[in-house]
């Protein structure tokens, strides 16, 4: 039984290629216009904070706050607010992506080595100077990781998009009468794919990164 | 007066409270007369099965993964299989992974708990094994100097000193639980989800049950948070600062 679902999965994906690809297209759109928008809130908020050493806890209850948020839920406050459709999917996957965005940003730059905080204040950089030149550089690892996550989880999530109308691969995997076992397991398969891929995109810019980084450390 | 009207002989209209209050009539986001009529047949029940299906999914899915780890650390060549095949599991979109185990074990919380369990090894794998590599050899050598043997070393030193790690694993795993349990409703009506999907089909959305619901999976989340935070200082009090 087994087998046979992984040979008409096989037959599947060829067949319905085009299908695929312009869902997965939709799951990708929506995830990375919301993880775009979140880094945008998050980025920028995080590392001011943490530049100033202020509202770590701020920084830890967004975490908590972020993994106990239930994604169906939000979706569904989104859909209540804002009716079906793209955009309250979006917001509800922002609210998800902000908190390990907001979380490693913080303290990407509050961990900063002090002493090398303090040279470049002694050198007489700016504030502005220290936090581009010294900190970002430094907490860049930790920054790509937070995004590495962020970008995952958001994918993943993005299919519950699917159980309300949302689109993309959730479409096919919330819709078993339609396509079939086999549909659900091409789409999930898909989406492993992109998180997968996104993942190791970003994993090997945070190599990338740290071997930067590996001659001044 | 005329937009006075529903004022009967000029005095103040007592509201009813049954069923077709303004709120529910205005579908409000939150109707308390409607928790209140509706917390022992719907709301109480779906939070007790909710802590139900978290806490066996975090226990079994603890200890599934205390001996892939207790494997992955002692023989460093599973690692990264065992890491690799937890990633994947993680990678699982939800409401797929949640269908195809249907054929195997059917429309049953059977089905929910395999893949509540399956979620958590990915928190777990990582922490475990983080925790006991991150043991300083020196400690290790002075246990070894002291005539432990293998075993003891592993029970009484590699052990205690990976436990921040180990708990704030179940933290987290156990607060993304809470979370991805909800999904879980899609397949079978059970735990929070439940009223959270039944509110969800219905044409307008019924707010209240929605936001009740979800409500009480995110009080639930934080409460089992506070809970293990609160553990975790108990049980490793020389690592106050440690989150």
């Not at chain 1, 972020?66 to 955009?87: D, K």
């Not at chain 1, 100077?129 to 999530?157: D, M, N, S, Y």
């Amino acid at each position: 039984m087994i087998a046979s679902l992984f040979v008409d999965t096989l037959r599947f994906i060829p067949d319905h290629a085009s299908l695929l690809l312009q869902k997965a297209a939709e799951t990708a759109e929506l995830a990375f216009t919301a993880l775009g928008i979140a880094l945008a809130i998050a980025l920028p908020l995080g590392l001011w904070l943490g530049h100033r050493h202020r509202g770590l806890s701020l920084a830890l209850g967004v975490s908590t706050i972020g993994r106990a948020l239930p994604s169906v839920a939000l979706i569904g406050v989104g859909i209540a607010i804002l009716g079906v459709g793209f955009w309250n999917n979006t917001v509800a996957l922002v609210v998800l992506a902000i908190p390990p965005l907001l979380t490693n940003s913080y303290f990407a730059v509050a961990g900063a080595d002090r002493d090398a905080v303090e040279a470049a204040r002694g050198m007489g950089l700016t504030e502005r100077q220290i936090l581009t030149r010294v900190e970002l550089p430094l907490g860049l690892p930790l920054i790509l990781a937070g995004i590495r996550i962020a970008a995952v989880f958001v994918i993943a999530t993005a299919t519950l998009a699917g159980i309300f109308g949302g689109g993309g691969l959730g479409d096919i995997m919330a819709n078993q009468v339609t396509y079939g076992l086999e549909g659900v397991l091409a789409a999930a398969l898909c989406v492993s794919a992109l998180a997968l891929l996104t993942a190791a995109l970003l994993g090997t810019a945070q190599t990338a990164a740290f071997r930067r980084m590996a001659p001044r450390a | 007066m005329t937009q006075h009207h529903h004022l009967v002989d000029g005095g103040p209209v007592i509201p009813n409270f049954g069923h077709g209050s303004d709120c529910l009539r205005n579908n409000g986001w939150f109707c308390t007369e409607w928790v209140k009529e509706h917390w022992g047949d719907i709301l109480q029940p779906a939070l007790v099965q909710h802590i139900e299906l978290t806490v066996i999914a975090v226990s079994i899915g603890f200890a599934v993964s205390f001996l892939l780890a207790v494997v992955g650390f002692r023989f460093r060549i599973f690692d990264l299989p065992l890491g690799a095949f937890t990633d994947f599991l993680y990678a699982i979109p939800s409401i797929a992974l949640f269908q195809l185990l249907v054929p195997v074990t059917g429309l049953t919380v059977t089905t929910i708990e395999i893949a509540l369990v399956s979620y958590t090894l990915f928190v777990f794998y990582r922490n475990i094994v983080a925790g006991l590599r991150g043991v300083p050899p020196d400690v290790l050598e002075s246990a070894r100097g002291m005539g432990l043997t293998r075993r003891q070393t592993f029970w009484r030193v590699e052990l205690p000193l990976a436990l921040p790690a180990i708990l704030a694993g179940v933290r987290v795993a156990t607060v993304s639980t809470i979370s991805i349990a909800t999904v879980a409703a899609f397949l079978l009506y059970y735990g929070l989800g439940g009223p959270i999907f039944d509110a969800l089909q219905q044409p307008d959305i019924f707010r209240t049950e929605l936001v009740a619901a979800g409500g009480l999976a995110i009080l639930l989340a934080l409460a089992a948070d506070g809970l293990l935070t609160a553990l975790q200082r108990v049980l490793t009090p020389w690592n106050r600062l440690d989150r």
